[in-house]
């Protein structure tokens, strides 16, 4: 079946815009996650959805990063008034429910260059 | 905190020659333990896991890991390395709080497989 996708692949916008990034996660699939990875290091937490609710969102750096997944499906990543410090790829993941010791499977990611 | 740790940034090992990457990690708890590996501008493609039973676990491409509880260490190995085996890998700790699942995720380490 299909894996988790993501769009757009890259994403080059101005500083001070609005950006809007996409995951599609894996059919059946309760729990989504969103990490940031900055070039050089490993993937940072940002938020965790189970269905349409965020159980976790105590990763995003601040309150320009908003996530939404109003159906328990797809997932958009919101960042308001970009700064240059936002470039990064940012990956989604999902996984059956959730537990603990769960498989996570990633997206191929958005990178994000802000101008 | 949960942690892990890689100690290496780059490992370079010549093709043919047996690889190990290093993982330690820091949790409480019992831990569950995983490896992934990034291909450039690619996301994160899963390998193995550990979660109970046989300390050696073994994953895809011919990959295996080590648990061992003494050390908190989580190594991963492979036999005989092919170049297409360079990449970015990742170690990455499972671990459940109040919110469901969290994955910490090591900062990487760099293998070059040199033929």
């Known amino acids: 079946g299909a ?72 997932s958009t990543l919101k960042i308001q008034r970009t700064e240059r410090g936002d470039s990064a790829m940012y990956l989604c993941a999902s996984s059956f429910s959730g537990r603990a010791g769960e498989t996570q499977y990633f997206g191929p990611g958005t990178r994000l260059l802000v101008l | 905190a949960q942690s892990v740790a890689q100690p290496e940034d780059q490992v370079n090992v010549a093709e043919g020659n047996p690889l190990t990457v290093k993982c330690t990690y820091s949790v409480s708890g019992n831990p569950y333990l995983f490896w992934y590996v990034q291909y450039p501008n690619r996301g994160l493609q899963f390998l193995l896991k550990y979660i109970t039973g046989d300390n050696l676990v073994k994953g895809s491409y011919g990959f295996e890991a080590e648990f061992n509880k003494s050390q908190t260490s989580f190594h991963l190995k492979k036999p005989s390395a092919l170049v297409s085996d360079s990449a970015l890998y990742f170690c990455a700790v499972s671990f459940r709080d109040n919110y469901g699942q969290n994955f910490v995720f090591g900062p990487g380490t760099r293998l070059s497989v040199l033929p």
Not at chain 1, 10 to 31: Q, W
């Open chain 1, 3 to 74: 894996g988790v996708s993501q769009t757009p692949s890259n994403k080059v916008t101005e500083k001070g815009k609005y950006v809007e990034l996409r995951c599609d996660p894996i059919s059946g699939h309760t729990a989504l996650y969103w990490y940031r990875q900055s070039l050089g290091q490993g993937p940072e937490f940002l938020i965790y959805f189970q269905g349409t609710g965020a159980a976790d969102d105590s990763g995003l750096p601040n309150d320009r990063f908003f996530a939404v997944r109003p159906e328990g499906s797809v």
